[in-house]
């Protein structure tokens, strides 16, 4: 089982190489760790390490996706990368604006909510629309500040990959 995963501006490939109880090989950039994790409580795991210690809670962030690990000197936001965040990450990339005030999703689903009207201003972060696609919902946020220009769907409807959703201008 393998995952990419955002933490700060940094992308890292982790994937499970096995687990036996509490004892797990995990390979993070190609670099295997061999590691005993304990749950101390609800959140909060203690990982041991070539005979080194360390503690880490698990926070969950504002999306499903989303956490905080916070160790004893840090806190990291950390994002699980899956096809539809690598799709807009992809995106954003790109010097071509235009995109990021046109919400679409990466693979077919279903319109679940839309939490917004035409007309109404939204600003960077404000949910626009929830799509369920592969027996999951996922929120898609405004990546810009302004208003909603148009919206070429209804709850309920299905929509195709890459169909355009929202309109924000």
Not at 58 to 76: L, Q
Not at 89 to 111: C, E, L, N
Not at 124 to 140: L, P, R, W
Request: glycine share 8%; aromatic share 6%.
């Amino acid at each position: 089982m393998g995952y990419e995963v955002k933490i700060g501006d940094r992308i890292a490939s982790v994937k499970l190489i096995k687990r036996e109880g509490q004892f797990a090989t995990v390979e993070i950039d190609g670099v295997q760790y061999d590691i005993d994790i304990a749950m101390v409580e609800n959140g909060v795991y203690s990982i041991l390490h070539e005979g080194k210690s360390y503690n880490i809670e698990i926070i969950p962030g504002d999306g499903p996706k989303n956490y905080f690990v916070n160790t004893f000197y840090n806190s990291h936001e950390v994002e699980i990368i899956d096809a539809q965040s690598r799709y807009l990450m992809s995106r954003k990339s790109t010097d071509d604006h235009s995109a990021d005030k046109i919400i679409s999703t990466p693979m077919p689903g279903r319109v679940v909510k839309i939490p917004v009207s035409e007309g109404v201003s939204v600003t960077k972060g404000t949910t626009v629309i929830t799509i369920s696609a592969m027996k999951m919902e996922s929120e898609y946020k405004s990546s810009v500040d302004g208003v909603v220009k148009k919206i070429h769907v209804a709850e309920g409807d299905n929509i195709n990959a890459n169909q355009p959703l929202i309109e924000i201008e």
